[in-house]
């Protein structure tokens, strides 16, 4: 009896991996990796150098370029990881303009969703345990020390904040991840297109990781260019959870408030924005190649008229 019920237990479990339950494996890895790699960029260049003794001078603006090239090399993978199983979507943001105008199951949204803010969720965690150390170094370094709510810095290795400049304005940050992830989801739709000059074998995530480099590199010092609502928002639960209050929800800080809805707003509008833009721009001139008759050739023999030559 016991081997029938585990023999359909397996069965069961069986039939979950091969179908949608697999794919949400799969998101809810990508999703993993990419913010093990990403978040522990941030990491690294915030609290993990200034305080292992590997730094000898500061490297000012020179962080930027590691969290720019650690948030590439986590996509990059992230996409390698879950690209064969789930479409690596990673990014509900993806996932929307791709159930808009990609024929995505919209009965897979709220899953697929589910899955990568979870995985964002644990994987945050991770980070949070291998750093735990390092992030109370640098709070107690800092004159006067810092409390965990009063530390913007180490709060930033997980969720995101607008620049100075842009006061307590709504405006300014929700157009950056706006335009941020109208360039991530119309790059990627580019990309992956087949009909376009799409990368060929398996080298795709690879140029998907540049594409976030250059988003960052360009725009990521605006408002951290989450560009991926289950990006920010996992980590920023994370940090409620471990005592950044505030910064956390609703996403207060000395210059901005109530924050927190920005970094899932502007991706989801943005992300649409991207491939709608693609397919009127780009998409529907490929399409009308394609449907384009082709030129009928003349009999063999006989000179081509001024008709067939058109």
Same mark, same amino acid.
């Given at each position: ?16 991996? /091969? ?110 345990? %291998? ?10 370094? /800092? ?28 405006? +300014?940050?929700?157009?950056? /991840?706006? %335009? =941020? ?19 060929? =074998? ?6 998907? +990781?540049?594409?976030?480099? +250059?988003?960052?590199?360009? &725009? ?20 409620? &959870? ?10 207060? =800080? ?18 649409? %924005? ?9 998409? /529907? ?26």
């Amino acid at each position: 009896m016991s081997d029938q019920v585990s023999h359909r237990q397996s069965a069961a479990w069986a039939r979950m991996r /091969q179908n949608t339950g697999g794919e949400l494996l799969a998101e809810f890895l990508g999703t993993a990796v990419l913010i093990l790699l990403g978040c522990g960029s941030v990491a690294v260049a915030v609290a993990g150098l200034p305080g292992s003794g590997r730094q000898v001078v500061d490297f000012g603006p020179s962080n930027w370029l590691i969290i720019a090239w650690g948030w590439a090399f986590a996509v990059m993978f992230g996409v390698y990881v879950a690209g064969g199983v789930s479409g690596a979507h990673i990014n509900p943001a993806v996932t929307l303009a791709f159930a808009l105008r990609r024929g995505f199951p919209w009965r897979k949204v709220l899953p697929y969703w589910a899955a990568q803010l979870l995985g964002a969720l644990a994987a945050a965690a991770v980070v949070y345990a %291998v750093y735990h150390d390092a992030i109370n170094a640098f709070n107690a370094a /800092q004159r006067p020390p810092l409390s965990r709510p009063d530390s913007l810095s180490t709060f930033a290795i997980f969720a995101t904040f607008p620049a100075k400049y842009f006061g307590n304005g709504v405006w +300014g940050p929700l157009l950056d /991840q706006i %335009v =941020g992830t109208a360039l991530l989801v119309g790059l990627v739709a580019a990309l992956i297109d087949n009909r376009n000059q799409a990368p060929r =074998g398996n080298f795709a995530p690879v140029t998907i +990781g540049l594409v976030v480099a +250059g988003i960052g590199l360009s &725009f990521g010092t605006n408002a951290g260019y989450a560009i991926n609502p289950a990006r920010d928002l996992g980590p920023r639960l994370l940090t409620l &959870f471990e005592g950044w209050g505030n910064k956390a929800f609703p996403g207060n =800080g000395d210059w901005f408030s109530n924050y927190w809805w920005i970094p899932i707003v502007g991706p989801l509008v943005g992300g649409v %924005v991207g491939i709608f833009v693609y397919d009127l721009l780009i998409g /529907q001139v490929l399409a009308a190649r394609e449907e384009a008759p082709a030129p009928v050739p003349p009999e063999p023999g006989r000179v081509p008229s001024d008709e067939s030559a058109d």
